[in-house]
């Protein structure tokens, strides 16, 4: 399905532009404007429609891929997976916009993620370790772009949900998306004046210490692994908007 859903141009306020457009193709998605199997208009078509840039609809894109609402076939197009149901429990990224939320969603991680990776030490296959690695070097990779980290991020962790066995931490962390990246909500380098390369060289450190603590299936290093990733998290955004505020005055 190529035909454009007549919507209106994304304002321009508070949401950055690629979330607004997550906003809009996400409720389409969900009221069946767009179904399963659905092919997601062209870039092209999806930029004269909305009056966004390449980048804000690729961006838009990799996040959409990153929650399990679409998928990209390479040469062919962008379609629709599965339709999450109205009734099931959802964050709406775009309502994730305040320091305040943030850390609110990352108080959601502490509690889900720390006894994730614990399980995953225990539980994970050599298939779903090789899939871990896979996605931290593309982190690795594309970490001076923030769309492609943000995605790489999330799947590192959706597949340590995945590797528990225990479908509900998979559900949870798919309905959450990449609302729990705070690099989407708050861009804690740039707030805290932090070189970027720097920066990442810290999560990709914490991240490090994950998956080496869930390859040597050893469930209390990557616990306390993960608690210590996620807090310093908090922390970071904390730091940054505290040093945000007193630039204000």
Request: glycine share 4%.
């Amino acid at each position: 399905m190529e035909n454009l859903i007549d919507t209106p141009r994304l304002p321009r306020k508070r949401r950055s532009l690629a979330q607004e457009l997550v906003t809009v193709l996400s409720e389409q998605i969900r009221d069946g404007l767009l179904k399963r199997g659905d092919k997601l208009p062209t870039e092209s078509a999806i930029m004269e429609a909305h009056g966004v840039s390449r980048t804000v609809v690729r961006e838009a894109i990799s996040r959409l891929q990153a929650a399990g609402q679409v998928e990209t076939r390479h040469g062919i197009g962008t379609f629709v997976l599965d339709t999450p149901s109205p009734s099931g429990f959802r964050i709406d990224p775009a309502t994730v916009v305040t320091l305040r939320d943030v850390l609110a969603i990352l108080e959601l991680r502490i509690s889900l993620e720390v006894e994730s990776a614990g399980l995953a030490a225990q539980r994970r296959s050599a298939e779903q370790l090789a899939t871990m690695r896979a996605a931290l070097d593309a982190l690795n990779e594309s970490a001076a772009h923030a769309s492609d980290a943000v995605a790489s991020d999330f799947a590192f962790h959706l597949e340590i949900a995945l590797s528990t066995g225990n479908r509900y931490f998979t559900d949870i962390m798919t309905h959450l998306g990449t609302s729990i990246i705070p690099r989407t909500r708050l861009n804690s380098a740039r707030l805290a004046h932090d070189d970027q390369q720097h920066y990442m060289s810290r999560l990709s450190r914490e991240h490090e210490e994950i998956y080496d603590a869930i390859a040597r299936q050893d469930s209390d290093a990557a616990r306390a692994a993960m608690r210590l990733h996620l807090t310093n998290s908090r922390e970071r955004l904390r730091q940054a908007h505290e040093e945000a505020q007193a630039q204000r005055g």
